[in-house]
């Protein structure tokens, strides 16, 4: 009888040429509560499934999705679901999540998790339900964007169905591609092109059985109580103008990266801003199944239709990219939905080329910063991989310079190969150190260290001893929110959060879980990646950021200077180690990885 | 004046934190007190470090040395100010740093309303044997010292062909400083800095977006002339720089001030 919450197995699913098999995976209860799901549990099962050295894109390269014990409990956010692979941009692990539906049908298919391996000889989409998965041809959906197809499917299967997709870049493998699932992304570090290189457009799940938990009274006592939590001051930003309200508060601190990072302050802010569009352009605010806060805002794009838009893809097709003028920023995150693009990797990699171009290392006088048409052209020629450039920037930015060469690898925005998001590592100094070391690559959601750099209880421009704690703990407190899993929105509501998650935990699950343990849990978490990490070849040089960010500083409107030394980033990468009971490598030891159960 | 000008209250604080936080405002580097043995001091900004004069009743030149020495290899060069500088601006403390510039300068001096202002000078940390040695011989005044050093003197004209001085400063009263109790009184008397304050996201709901011109002598008072609380869901940034949500930090001409949300997730 597996824990509540639990069916105590996943579905491993593999495809082959026109048919696909599947077998449970029985997931031990010591796994379950080591992993608890999502990210964690995601962790575990590419350890397990995955063989060292596999080619990202190629058939034994396994996908997961991966469900959580809170999922379809009435808990306010927790209608979400990881996706985790071999990266095919990092070559390391990556994990993503998305919202809403799909997690709870997926769920409710009887399983934990739902493992995708093989390649179909053609495009299909894969069914999952109780009675295990099929495969079906779907040549028809080739080059529809994710919201097309799932159209196409619920029209072909029926309403009963929860897609996942991919759009055209995912079917052509580029590198940044994602997965998404009623406009929600899971985005980071290109899961979709895995999908893509596997023939499978798309996953339907259907739900087919109900879930077990332990003490639903005291679940429902549990829910009503985070529910009423989620309306206060903490989310009040999410709710009244979403992250996209962090773009002008981020250019007044000058920690909004610019023009390929040249920049910590964009002098067409105030046109992208949230408080400016909501006035002239908001029509509506939309939540994921199951969230109170409703972080989601759509506008009005001129000559019709509408966009949800959000802090890091205005970043990353604005200021990144030079450009202020919200139409086109609207326009190419419109585009990114539609070719199924991560808008952060799609803007770093746009504006290195900007760069690049302007700097004379790549041949396309047309690639300008601050050009709109620019941007969607070259989006463009992404999606479709066109020859030349379009094929050279499908790579992503780290591939792109080492095909380029020369110094243009130290102003590609990456980190293991992952683009920056929108932080700035020289003014946000403790988010640099989590920059550096995430497993993920450059990434805001595995590691929230800009949370300490923007408390005003560290000094952000001087990184050092507690910086790396800072970072050690929003590292570890994402680690459970990933897993568990719950929206990071609503982590500001929680005093004292490895205990009170913990109180969520025990009558969903009941285990005896407790704050230490679930502290325990985040240390083993973050420590199963690296190690997956080191099993496919990263090594302690890249726990780094690029060279622009250590010896270039940045002058703030305050006359003083920003500067993030090598130095002073070894210094914090080393602590960081300290921290988390590594070798000077950043290597645990041999008992540290024994207990990481990872092999059963 | 009766008691310890540090010690004095400022705008909801005493003078001595109010020239401590604005320095640390300033300055990249660390910032020293230097105290009289068993002095006491009243709070001063957590990142403020305090060193203790060996022997009492040397003067300045003294606590001079004391504050050079406790410096060694942490920085080049320092500011070097008394406590009684109520109108003390950052932009006059940035353009005496940047005398140092000038590989040759020892010390570098202004020379202003009137009067030399060693107490508003900057000086390198390497002098301090040389000052222990002239302190040891009973040469306690500063024109001493700049006997046997370097010295870029700054004159009134010199100081104001800076723009940014010229611009929030353009009388120097940062080099205003109080002796008497007519001095305080006239201090205290005179209107808080006029600082620019704008509200960011949930907080600049309700019509309360865009630039609003308050007089404010400190972030707390900043807060409340615009109707914000500072708790644990508020932070502020002055001139783009630190984030904190200290009441007590010192505002001065010019400034901008942002109030933002402290969740900055997304």
């Known amino acids: 009888m597996p824990a509540g919450g639990y069916f105590g197995k996943a579905l491993v699913v593999d495809i082959g040429d026109r048919a696909a098999t599947s077998a449970p995976l029985a997931l031990a209860d010591a796994v379950l509560r080591a992993y608890l799901g999502g990210v964690g549990l995601g962790t575990w099962l590419l350890h397990r499934l995955a063989p060292a050295g596999v080619d990202p894109l190629a058939p034994p390269a396994p996908l997961a999705f991966v469900f959580s014990p809170l999922v379809g409990t009435p808990l306010t956010t927790s209608a979400k679901f990881a996706v985790v692979a071999k990266s095919p941009l990092t070559g390391l692990l990556t994990d993503a999540l998305a919202s809403s539906r799909f997690a709870i049908a997926g769920k409710l298919t009887g399983h934990d998790a739902i493992v995708v391996r093989g390649r179909a000889a053609q495009l299909s989409v894969l069914l999952v339900d109780g009675d295990g998965a099929r495969l079906e041809a779907a040549p028809e959906l080739a080059g529809l964007s994710a919201a097309e197809a799932e159209a196409a499917v619920r029209e072909r299967f029926g309403r009963g169905w929860q897609t996942a997709a991919i759009g055209p870049a995912g079917e052509r493998r580029v590198r940044y591609a994602t997965i998404s699932h009623d406009g929600r992304h899971a985005g980071r570090g290109g899961l979709g092109a895995v999908l893509g290189a596997k023939n499978i457009k798309a996953v339907l799940v259907r739900a087919s059985t109900r879930v077990a938990i332990a003490d639903q009274q005291a679940v429902l006592a549990a829910a009503k109580d985070l529910r009423e939590r989620s309306f206060g001051p903490a989310t009040a930003k999410y709710r009244e103008l979403g992250t996209l309200a962090n773009l002008l508060a981020f250019n007044a601190v000058s920690t909004l990266p610019t023009r390929n990072f040249t920049a910590a302050t964009f002098d067409g802010a105030h046109r992208l801003a949230a408080e400016e569009l909501h006035e002239l352009r908001g029509v509506a605010r939309n939540s994921c199944a199951s969230c109170s806060i409703g972080c989601e805002h759509i506008y009005s794009r001129k000559g019709g239709g509408q966009q949800r838009m959000e802090y890091e893809n205005v970043f990353a097709l604005g200021p990144l990219c030079g450009v202020s003028d919200p139409d086109d920023v609207f326009a190419a995150s419109a585009r990114c939905d539609e070719l199924g693009l991560d808008t952060i990797s799609a803007g770093g990699t746009i504006a290195w080329a900007m760069e690049c171009a302007e700097r004379g290392l790549i041949d396309a006088p047309w690639l300008r910063f601050g050009d709109g048409a620019a941007l969607l052209r070259a989006l463009d020629m992404i999606g479709s991989r066109e020859p030349g450039l379009g094929e050279l920037l499908a790579q992503g930015s780290r591939r792109a310079a080492a095909t380029v060469g020369g110094a243009s690898i130290d102003c590609a925005p990456q980190v293991k190969g992952l683009e920056l998001p929108g932080y700035e590592p020289r003014t946000l100094q403790a988010m640099a150190l989590g920059l550096a070391v995430n497993a993920r690559g450059a990434d805001h959601n595995r590691s929230g260290a800009y949370e300490a750099d923007l408390s005003g209880e560290h000094d952000r421009l001087n990184g050092g001893a507690a910086q790396v704690v800072a970072a050690v703990g929003t590292e570890d407190r994402a680690a459970v929110m990933d897993s568990m899993i719950l929206c990071k929105f609503l982590r500001g509501v929680f005093d004292e959060p490895f205990a009170e998650w913990a109180a969520l935990l025990r009558p969903v699950t009941g285990w005896d879980v407790d704050a230490a343990e679930l502290r325990a849990t985040a240390r083993r978490i973050v420590l199963a990646k690296r190690v997956f990490n080191q099993r496919e070849g990263a090594t302690a040089a890249d726990d780094t950021l690029p060279r622009r960010m250590l010896e270039t500083p940045l002058e703030l409107g305050s006359g003083r200077v920003a500067a993030l030394t090598a130095d002073r980033l070894r210094a914090m990468v080393a602590g960081y180690y300290a921290e988390r009971g590594l070798d000077q490598e950043g290597r645990p030891s041999r008992e540290a990885e024994a207990a990481l159960l990872l092999g059963g | ?266």
Not at chain 2, 6 to 17: C, D, I, P, Q, V
């Open chain 2, 1 to 266: 004046m009766g008691r310890p000008k540090g010690a004095l209250e400022w705008r909801g604080s005493t003078l001595l934190h109010r020239t401590a936080a604005l320095l640390h405002r300033t300055v990249g580097g660390p910032v020293l007190v230097v105290a009289a043995p068993g002095q006491e001091l009243p709070a001063l900004p957590a990142a403020v470090e305090v060193v203790a004069d060996p022997v009492e009743g040397l003067g300045p030149m003294r606590g001079l040395a004391t504050g050079l020495a406790a410096l060694d290899g942490r920085a080049p060069a320092a500011f070097v100010c008394s406590t009684d500088l109520p109108f003390l601006h950052p932009a006059l403390v940035r353009r005496v740093l940047r005398g140092f510039a000038d590989p040759d300068a020892d010390v570098v001096l202004p020379v202003a309303r009137g009067y030399r202002q060693p107490l508003a000078a900057g000086y390198r940390t390497a002098l301090a044997p040389l000052i222990e040695k002239l302190l040891a011989e009973g040469d306690l005044r500063p024109g001493m010292l700049f006997r046997h050093c370097r010295v870029t003197q700054l004159d009134d004209d010199t100081l104001l062909a800076d723009p940014d001085l010229a611009r929030l400063d353009p009388a120097l009263d940062s080099l205003v400083n109080v002796n008497e109790p007519d001095d305080y009184a006239a201090a205290l008397a005179r209107p808080e800095p006029e600082v620019v304050v704008e509200r960011f996201g949930a907080l600049a709901s309700g019509g309360q977006r865009g630039p609003r011109t308050v007089r404010a002598a400190s972030l707390g008072a900043a807060a409340a002339a615009v109707g914000i609380a500072l708790d644990r869901h508020v932070v502020a940034a002055v001139n783009g720089d630190q984030m904190t949500r200290d009441p007590h930090l010192p505002l001065v001409a010019g400034d901008t001030v942002a109030f933002l949300s402290a969740d900055a997730g997304g």
